[in-house]
């Protein structure tokens, strides 16, 4: 296991980050994608002077077409900082590949994949900080489920991921505390840069649940590890100046999420983990234009894992 100073991060200064270090990021030098103040106007929706009708017209065209002026990066075109990703470490586990098979079997684990990392059966094999394993004693978890048996040591190692599980299976932990873990070994964020985890999920309710899960764990880090939940139906204002702020950890809705990328509130050039909770139910729900859109607006090479009912 790591050591515990391994898994902390030194916290920004905070101030305005200065444009030249944006192309760091692939932000190109002199964009005002940051400058929230400029954009805050546009927070406000359509002006009060338009109709009910012609209100409606906009609302229906931003629905069909959505992130219509949102324009993606060229990658090849800009200088990407290289980032961690593989943590894990499977010098723990002394199981034959026969005992690994058993231990699939009785999970009832299925794998697909080349050089699969062998699960974890106890929380002293997974890798993961001391304090998040004392928390989830605390929470009276003995041991992990069978998505997080298997999910964590692929997460850890910076593999991408399809789970597919029940509901109730702890597939939350499954992909947040490795987040934790790939917050922690990334340069710390300064205001005006965007988050490094980004969680999207369909509806409003569930992105509330992965936020008290979050926070639960997040603030038992030193420094604590700040979130927000970003979705449709409430004040965009707020949520607006939690962004502006910084947080390590984003869990939004698609919709809400295109409207302040094409707003210039938020930029995804410091995203390194994305996470689908409930793709397939996201994908039914007709979310697959917006979340197009706002994989483009990711860098190449970033970490994804996508999870789905079973």
């Known amino acids: 296991m790591y050591p515990q100073q391994n898994f902390t991060y030194q916290p920004s200064r905070g101030g305005q980050r200065k444009y030249g270090n944006h192309q760091f990021h692939g932000q190109p030098a002199g964009s005002n994608n940051f400058n929230f103040y400029k954009n805050f106007q546009t927070l406000k929706g359509p002006p009060q002077q338009l109709s009910k009708e012609e209100r409606a017209k906009i609302q229906s065209e931003r629905a069909k077409h959505p992130g219509k002026n949102l324009s993606a990066p060229i990658w090849s075109n800009l200088v990407l900082e290289p980032f961690e990703k593989d943590f894990y470490y499977n010098g723990h586990s002394c199981n034959t590949p026969e005992q690994i098979e058993r231990i699939r079997s009785d999970l009832k684990i299925s794998v697909f994949g080349d050089c699969v990392p062998n699960p974890v059966v106890d929380f002293e094999e997974s890798n993961l900080p001391g304090f998040l394993v004392r928390e989830m004693r605390s929470q009276g978890f003995l041991k992990p489920t069978a998505i997080q048996?298997?999910?964590?040591?692929?997460?850890?190692?910076?593999?991408?991921?399809?789970?597919?599980?029940?509901?109730?299976?702890?597939?939350?932990?499954?992909?947040?505390?490795?987040?934790?873990?790939?917050?922690?070994?990334?340069?710390?964020?300064?205001?005006?840069?965007?988050?490094?985890?980004?969680?999207?999920?369909?509806?409003?309710?569930?992105?509330?649940?992965?936020?008290?899960?979050?926070?639960?764990?997040?603030?038992?880090?030193?420094?604590?590890?700040?979130?927000?939940?970003?979705?449709?139906?409430?004040?965009?204002?707020?949520?607006?100046?939690?962004?502006?702020?910084?947080?390590?950890?984003?869990?939004?809705?698609?919709?809400?999420?295109?409207?302040?990328?094409?707003?210039?509130?938020?930029?995804?050039?410091?995203?390194?983990?994305?996470?689908?909770?409930?793709?397939?139910?996201?994908?039914?729900?007709?979310?697959?234009?917006?979340?197009?859109?706002?994989?483009?607006?990711?860098?190449?090479?970033?970490?994804?894992?996508?999870?789905?009912?079973?």
């Open 149 to 310: 048996s298997q999910g964590w040591p692929i997460a850890l190692s910076g593999r991408d991921l399809v789970g597919v599980a029940q509901t109730g299976s702890g597939k939350t932990l499954a992909y947040m505390l490795p987040a934790m873990v790939h917050i922690a070994h990334q340069k710390p964020i300064e205001q005006g840069d965007g988050p490094v985890v980004l969680v999207l999920c369909p509806t409003r309710e569930l992105a509330q649940q992965i936020l008290a899960v979050s926070r639960l764990y997040g603030q038992k880090s030193h420094p604590q590890i700040r979130h927000t939940c970003i979705f449709g139906g409430s004040s965009k204002v707020p949520q607006a100046r939690d962004l502006q702020r910084g947080v390590e950890v984003v869990i939004a809705t698609p919709g809400r999420l295109i409207d302040f990328l094409e707003n210039g509130v938020l930029n995804l050039f410091r995203c390194t983990y994305l996470v689908l909770d409930e793709a397939d139910r996201m994908l039914d729900m007709g979310f697959e234009p917006q979340i197009r859109k706002i994989i483009e607006q990711i860098r190449p090479d970033r970490q994804v894992s996508g999870y789905h009912f079973d």
